[in-house]
Structures are given as C-alpha cells and as structure tokens.
C-alpha cells in the first residue's frame, strides 16, 4: 500500500475535514445561508396561505371565473305578436329566420374557397367579408335575418367559427296597402312605425334564457338550466278591414295618378262605433323591402300632415250660427258683388252670387255668406266649438305622430282672421281630425272618440250640438251633392249621400302659393249613416285642383264599394247619375 493511501485514512480517522483544504475552503458569511433558508421557507409558507385563501375565502370568484369560460347564458326570442284585421286576416307575422355569427380567429384560418363561397351566400364581396372579419372583438354579426335555406348551405359548408342563431323576422302579406297603419320592426324586432310602435309593448313580448356550456368553436356541448321561459307577445287585431282599406288605396291610387298629384290621403270612419275602417296614404311603400325609403314615402300624411281645410269648415260654422239661434236654414244674406272688403283685406267668392238662405250658402259654398254669419258671433263661442271638436289639440288615438294643428287663441284673432277661419283659412288640420269631427253631423249632433283597435262596445258620446241643428245641416250637406251643389260628382247610386267640399292654397314660406289641397268629406247613407268618408289629394297638377273635381269622385268609389262590401241596404230609388259639373266650391 502506498504512503500517501496510509495517510488519507490516517486524516479520516482523525476526523480532519475535507474542506480543511485551503482550496476548498467556503468563505461566505454563515447569516447568508441563513437568510436564503429564511427565504425559502417564507415563500413556502406564502403559497401555503394563497392556497387557503383560494381555496376556502374566494371560491365562489373562482367557480364564477371559470363558467365565464365555458357557460353561456343564451337568449330564447319570443315570437311577436300577430297582427290581424277585424276578420283575422293577418297584417303581418313572425317568421323564422337566422343570424350569421363568427369568432373572427376562427374564421380567417379556414380555406381561402370556403371563405369565398361564404361571402357568395351572404350577398357580399371576399373583401366586405374579411373587413367584418379583421376585428378584435370574440363575436361579430356576418349577417341578421337570413332566410333558412341559405343558412341551410352555410352551415354545410363547416367553417370553423361560423354559427348560426334563431331570430325572427316580419313579414307583411298586404304591403304596401296597409304599410302606413300597420308600420314596421327593425333588424331587431322592435317596432319603429305605425301600430308596430304603437303597441311595442303587448307585441313584443319578453324574451326568454337558458345555461349552457359551449366549447371554444362556440358548439353548445351540455344544456344546464332555464332560467326563463320566453313569452310570447299578444295578437293585436285592429278595426281596419282589409277589403275596404284596399278599395281606398285602389281609387285614391287612381286620382292621384290621373290628376298627377304630389300626394293623397283618404280614412273611412264607422259612424257607430268610431273605429277607423281604413285609413290610406300614397306615396306608400313596401315594408317587406326598405332598401329604398325616402321620407315622402314614410308620411302618414292623414294622421301626421296639416293643411288648410278650406270650405269643409263651413259647415261647423254655420252649425254654430243655428245652434245658438242667429239663423235658421232660411235666414238669407247679401253676397252680391262677390267680395267683402274687412279692414283693409278683400274676401272674394268663387262665383258670385246675389241673395242667399243659409242653406243655399252651403249648397254654393259661399265665402262671404259664412263669414257674415261669423262675424255676428262672439270669437269665443267660434273658438270653443272648434277646441271641442279637437282642432288644435293632439288626437288621443295612441298612434305615433299624430299633430295637434294650428289654432290660435281667440283673444288675438281679429274680425278678418274670424272670417277666414269661419271658411277653413287661417288654421290647420289634420284629415283624421276633419273626418272625426264630422261624426256630429252623422251622429245626430255628439261625437264619439275614434280607434284603431277592434271594439263591439258603443264608446261614450260627447254632445255637441243638438239633434235638431245636426238634421238641418246633413239636409244642407245633401244638397251639395245634388244638381247646383258644388260636388255633384260624389253621388252614389242607390244612396244618399252628405258632404263638403274644400280647397285650400298651400302655405310655403309663410306665404300663400300658387299650389292647391283639395278634399271632400261626407257620410252616407243620409237616412241613417253609417260611414265617414274623408279625401284629400295633394297639389293636383292636371284636370283642375277644386276639391269638387278632384277628391269628391273619389269620395264617391270608395263609399259605393264600401257600403256593397257591409252588406248596408240602399235608401235611395237613383239608379243612374249623370254628372254635373257645372259648379265648383269657393276657396
């Protein structure tokens, strides 16, 4: 054995340590192995403390935290309400369709053909596509409402990210006929014209919710929970029948095309119950396609526009004049030369007349008559009958955008503004004002609230003149329509039938124009009456602008077919009817 052998066993059993070697000798301070053990046994004893406190303080965090990655909380649509005529005839329904959603990070890793195929089936361009695509966002919309057999090839094509959710989209049978009643919902359902505004809230009903877990591609992979049943919302049937809207639409459709006209307007009232029958607006348009939707073609012009009524005012004010006993139907007046000289201001005739009775002053719509009957009233008892029948004030009808018009207090109007006023110059009106205002002539002399919804209860009437002034005025009001009135043309055969005619100069500017609004409105059958029909076409350009040419025929179509469609009995022996047209009414 070797010497230096002998002496590294003669070191161990000595117990001499080996790092006694200089060379391998440690030379650190003893206080920073300490510290670094200290160390470790603080972070030691720091994880142990978060372990406790996640586990046991904040678990319900980190079970919510974690179902925010995987649970989903999805909508269940309700189905909106259907919208139907007096006869169940549907305006317009609910049907199924879907939306088009994508995780944009998915999508764009699928193959460039699929991609391209994709932006075909959506009615777009690749670059459209990619431009929705290139978002930061989780979820994008590729496309809402569409129709389930292209949705049907869309899924088929499996790209990875691209889903599909059921909604609902609105569907109007009758189009353009009913658009301006009924209205329409946006890419979200929720009305934005007409009753589907309206009646948003009954219509609409509530949505419903449902738990489940879905996996990263968005694929539903377990059903957990409701937690809300949808309800669906509640049919709404409306008084309109659609028969008689579309006779409306037709003639008034007629009139407009052949006189040319800017716009139209007519309603049809039922005298016993105040439901509104119809109700038509041209330029109309087709809710089901909105691409192109000009605010011309949005109005609802006899429910939101106000003109000058003209002469149709005449008889209210005549009305008052009997009621209050200043005339009776034979009280006579001086018309003669034709113009009135008030103040500074001239009033004119249309055609100049002589000696006058109250009667044959509506008959020939005089202006000068009526409005020396106004002047022998108080501007009081004028505004009160006018506040009462509504002018000035907003229809309760609950229906979107309805106008008060225009009328002054009578404490400013002096006698050349009653004067006109007593002839429809110097306020404004809406038609469905005018229309329901005339119930007190058709009604024996109340007036009853008017509705849009269906209803078998006679409403609660508001008198407003007596029985006795009501007859008198609707004899009055026949006469316009027989030979020497001022609308012969809104004759019906078999009926008889009351009304007035109005035109009024448009006001532009502030200032009068050289543009026309002319309208009739009349009830028949005169015996008993059981319609209101009121017309009104805008700015006639071709074949006159007199409300006697241009919206008494009219007037005369719609309530022909109107009273044959409600099966109402004739109360008149006429079988023919030859025009006259040999007079026209008076601004």
Known sequence: MSRAGNMSRTAASRGVSFSSNPVLEVKLPIWRSRLVLFLLFGAFFALIARALWLQGMTTDFLQKQGANRYARTLELPATRGKITD??????????????????????LEAPKDKIRQLAALLDMSEAELRKKLDSDRQFVYLKRQVEPQISDKIQALAI?????????????????????????????????????????????????????????????????????????????TLSLDSKIQYIAYTHLKDAVEKHKAKAGGAVVLDVHTGE????????????????????????????????????????FTVALALETGRVTPDTVFQTAPGYMTIGPAVIHDAHKESVLTVAQIIQKSSNIGVAKMALQMPPKEMWELFTTLGFGQQPKIGFPGAVAGRLRNYKNWR???????????????????????????????????????????????????????????????????????????ARVP??????????????????????????????????????????????PSAGGHFGGIVAAPVFAAITANVLRSMNVPPDSSVTSIIPDNSVQESM
């Open 276 to 315: 509104v029958l119809a109700l038509v607006n041209l330029p109309s348009y087709n809710p089901n396609d909105r691409s192109v939707l000009t605010g011309a073609q949005l109005r609802n012009r006899v429910i939101t526009d106000t003109f000058e009524p003209g002469s149709t005012m005449k008889p």
């Open 494 to 539: 078999g009926y008889r039938v009351a009304g007035k005619t109005g035109t009024a100069h448009k006001i532009e500017g502030g200032r009068y124009v050289n543009k026309y609004v002319g309208d009739f409105i009349g009830f028949a059958p005169v015996s008993n009456p059981r319609v209101i029909v009121a017309v009104m076409i805008d700015e």
């Open 160 to 236: 990875p990210g691209v889903e599909t959710r059921k909604e609902y989209k609105r569907f109007y049978p009758e189009g353009e006929v009913m658009a301006h009643v009924v209205g329409f919902t946006n890419v979200e359902d929720i009305g934005q014209e007409g009753i589907e505004l309206a009646s948003e809230k009954n219509l609409a009903g509530k949505t419903g919710s449902r738990r489940v877990i879905k996996d990263r591609l968005g694929r539903i992979v377990e059903d957990i929970r409701a937690i809300r049943e949808p309800h669906d919302g509640k049919e709404l």
């Open 86 to 107: 007096r006869n169940g005839q549907v305006l317009a329904s609910s049907v199924p369709v879907k939306a088009i959603w994508a995780i944009p990070d998915d999508v």
């Open 415 to 489: 006698p050349i503004e009653q004067a006109t006023m007593s002839y429809g110059h110097g306020l404004s009106v809406s038609l469905l004002q005018m229309a329901r205002a005339y119930t007190i002539f058709a009604r024996n002399g109340d007036m009853i609230p008017i509705t849009f919804q269906k209803t078998s209860d006679a409403p609660a009437a508001q008198r407003v003149i007596s029985d006795k002034t009501a007859q008198q005025l609707r004899v009055m009001m026949e006469s316009v329509t027989q030979p020497g009135g001022t609308a012969t043309q």
